[in-house]
């Protein structure tokens, strides 16, 4: 048995002998026009600048355009308010003329009512909301407290009483905050 453990062994050594002939005898594939690798590193430089180039470009127009929209949207931007408003304001150069025409307060009444309900749905429309207090928890990101009604009972107290000017709400974002009073 050692004489065969022996003869794997020369042929483990004779193939790798081989194995290392071969290799070192293979021809080294060269590429044809091998580039210096300085020239190749300042093309891909000339190609990053060229990049860097074209994007600061881009980026400069984008910032322009967006510049000139929103100063754009600053100047129209309530255009779509006005447009809602000015058939109220027709109405009420009508109501004008026609007030001087009758004497009776009941049609000036009327008139002055259906103009206020125009206006209010126009506001609608633009996403603008009444608050509504009665019987209301004070609440000091909707309410302003403009007085404290002493008096009033446990089930009043931190309540609001009465409201003296209507708050409104434009989307969701208070735009003008109802003055109450509240009950002590």
Known sequence: MTEEKINQ???????SAVDEETVNEAPAEEPAEEKDPLEAAQEEIEQLKTQILYKTAEFDNYRKRTLKEKAELI?????????AVLPVIDDME???????KTDDPAVLREGMELIYNKFTKALEGLGVKKMETTDADFNTDLHEAVAMVPG??????????DCLQTG???????IR???VAVGQ
Do not use: C, P, T
Request: no cysteine; aromatic share 2%.
């Open 168 to 174: 409104y709400m434009l989307n969701d974002k208070v």
């Open 75 to 83: 100047l129209n931007g309530g255009e779509k308010a006005v447009s």
């Open 94 to 100: 009508r109501a004008i003329e026609n007030g001087a």
């Open 9 to 15: 062994e020369e042929e483990v050594v004779n193939k």
């Open 177 to 179: 905050h109802a003055k």
């Open 152 to 161: 009033m009972g446990d089930d009043k107290k931190g309540k609001v009483i």
